[in-house]
């Protein structure tokens, strides 16, 4: 069992920055598969970005060039930088997490473990 924790969130202009945070407890780390994912009102909960073991990572287009995901194993925590943003940004931001240590599969289904999310909400 793995439980995820996101923190970060919060209200920011257009063009303003946030660091999102996952704290992750159980289970080892280093050898997870890691991603965070968002979802707005009215939506299906989707990709923005992964990262695997090896620190490979995997990024919606609609975030690429805006979004660095990144990992501390020492501190069992995950990482999402956002910065550029845009009001379409604006969602709760779940982070999620595999058994798999290598996987490139960003699909919402193939994750085993998933936090509560943190809201994100960018203002024009």
């Known amino acids: 069992q793995v439980v995820l924790v996101e923190s970060g969130g919060g209200l920011m202009q257009a063009g303003g920055s946030l660091r999102l945070s996952c704290a992750a407890a159980g289970g080892s780390f280093s050898r997870y598969s890691m991603g965070w994912f968002h979802q707005a009102p009215g939506t299906e909960r989707s990709f923005v970005a992964a990262i695997n073991s090896l620190t490979y990572t995997y990024y919606d287009d609609s975030v690429k060039g805006r979004f660095t995901i990144s990992r501390d194993n020492a501190k069992n925590t995950l990482y999402l930088q956002m910065t550029s943003l845009k009001p379409e940004d604006t969602a709760v931001y779940y982070c999620?997490?595999?058994?798999?240590?290598?996987?490139?599969?960003?699909?919402?289904?193939?994750?085993?473990?998933w936090g509560q999310g943190t809201q994100v909400t960018v203002s024009s």
């Open positions: 999620a997490a595999k058994n798999s240590i290598l996987s490139s599969d960003t699909r919402v289904g193939t994750y085993d473990y």
